[in-house]
C-alpha cells in the first residue's frame, strides 16, 4: 500500500486515504514529554514519528484526522516525522504544530508544516500552513478548520505596505522551523527557551472560558487589568457628521501574534466592567469591533460594542446602545446566539459600566432585532457590493464610486443618522 502521489487526482486521493484510514498499519511513534512545564490536565513536549519507507510510506494515524474529502485531497501526499506542543491521551490538544514530508524522491522532498490549535488530534479553527514548494502566496496558507474538516484555504494577500499578511506573520511565530536549522537567531523546541516562550505565549494569557466559576473569572480579569496590556486598535472616521462635538466612525481591534482568537485577552474591554456581574457575564470575551460615536478616543454617544469568544460556543455578542465614556450606561440590547436557541437577545441595564440586571426578549422579538441594521455592520464596513475587501482609506473612495450605486457603508450611515437622530 502506497501514499497518494501530488500530482493524482482527487479522487484518487481520496480513495487512497480511505483505503488506508481503513486497511493500512500506524508508524512508530515516541513522546517526549518535556520538564520545563507542568500541567495538570495536560503534558507539554514533541512526538517523533518513524517513517521506513520515505518514498511511498504512508501515516494512517495522520490520515484518521482528516475528516472531510478537502483536508484528504490537500494533504493526502504527506506523512508526519513531528509534532510538538500540549498532548492530552497521546494526541495534539491545544496550541500546536504537525510537521510533514513528501519525499519525491530520495534527493528530492517538500517540507510542510500545520500550527495553530488542535482538539483531540484534529486541527480545529484557523491553522497555518506553510510548504517549501510553490511561490510565496501559494506556500503560506491560513487554513480554517472545523474538527479536522478543512472549510475554507486562504492564500496569501498583501497589506497596505506590500508585506504578505500570513508570510509576515508565519515568520515572526514560535512554531516556524522550531528546529533552528534555518532561522539560526530562534530558539530550539527541545529547549528550556523554548518552552518558556511558548508558555508566556500561550498558557499565561489565557482569558477565561465560560465555565469557569464566578470567582475564577473575576480574580482573573482583576489581575489583567492590574497587570495586562492593552490591545492594538485602529480607529477610521466614517463619512458622516452629525454631532460637532463628536467623531463617528469604527474602531479595529486586533490580538497579539498569539493565536488571539483562542487565548489572547482584552485589557481595554475588562477596564470598562465596573462591577462583579459585569465581569462574571463578559470574561470570556474580547473586542472584534466598536462602532458609533466617539469622544476622546473612546464611545460616547450611541454605538456598538461586538465581541467574540472562539473557545466555546456562543461566540458572539452584540451590545448596543448609550455608552458614556466608554462605559455602558442605561438600556442596551445585548445580543448572541447559540446553537440550540439560535438568536438571543436580552434587554441590559447599566449605570456607568455596571452591570445592574438582564431581562430575556421573547422569540418574536429576537428575531425582529436580527433585522436591524446594526446587527451585521461588517458588510458595509469592509467589502463593496461584489468587490473585495479595501485595505485601508475606503471611506474616501466609497464616496468616490458613484457609478457602483448607492454603497453600502453610506446606506448604513445614513440609517445610524436616522436613528441618531430619534435615539
Known sequence: MKRA???????????????????????????????????????????????????????????ETLKNDKAKCFFANNYR????????????????????????????????????????????KTLYFYSSYGDEKDSHIRMDWEMGELISINKDSRNAKEELWNKSFMKSNLFYYPDNKILLNKKNFKNKEWWGEYKNLYLTNVRPKHNYTKEDKINQI????????????????????????????????????????????????????????????????????????????????????????????????????????????????YITENDKEGIIVYLSFWSKGELIKLEKRDKEHAIEISKDYYVNPWACLNIYKGVGIIEEDYYEELLKEDEMGFLDAVDWWDEYKENYQKW
Open 222 to 333: 482583576n489581575e489583567f487589568i492590574k497587570n495586562g496590556k492593552n490591545l492594538e486598535e485602529q480607529f477610521i472616521e466614517a463619512p458622516v457628521k452629525i454631532n460637532p462635538t463628536s467623531i463617528f466612525g469604527h474602531k479595529n481591534f486586533f490580538l497579539d501574534k498569539v493565536f488571539g482568537k483562542f487565548i489572547g485577552y482584552d485589557r481595554g474591554f475588562y477596564k470598562t466592567l465596573k462591577n462583579d456581574k459585569a465581569k462574571e457575564q463578559f470574561a470570556n470575551y474580547y473586542r472584534k469591533l466598536e462602532i458609533g460615536e466617539f469622544k476622546n478616543h473612546k464611545l460616547h454617544g450611541l454605538g456598538g460594542r461586538y465581541l467574540y469568544d472562539y473557545q466555546n460556543s456562543p461566540s458572539l455578542v452584540i451590545l448596543w446602545g448609550n455608552f458614556l465614556n466608554g462605559y455602558l450606561d442605561g438600556r442596551v440590547q
Open 5 to 63: 502521489k501530488k500530482n493524482q487526482k482527487d479522487k484518487e486521493k481520496i480513495l487512497i486515504v480511505d483505503s488506508i484510514v481503513e486497511n493500512g498499519s500506524y508508524l512508530e511513534e515516541s513522546l517526549n514529554f518535556n520538564k520545563f512545564i507542568k500541567r495538570e490536565k495536560s503534558s507539554l513536549g514533541y512526538k517523533t514519528i518513524k517513517s521506513e519507507d520515505k518514498i511511498n510510506g504512508y501515516d494512517r494515524a495522520f490520515f
Open 81 to 124: 516525522f513531528l509534532e510538538i506542543g500540549e498532548f492530552i491521551d497521546g494526541k495534539l490538544d491545544g496550541i500546536g504544530g504537525i510537521y510533514l514530508y513528501d519525499y519525491v524522491n530520495k534527493d528530492e522532498y517538500e517540507f510542510v508544516f500545520l500550527f495553530g490549535r488542535f482538539k483531540s488530534g484534529l486541527p480545529h
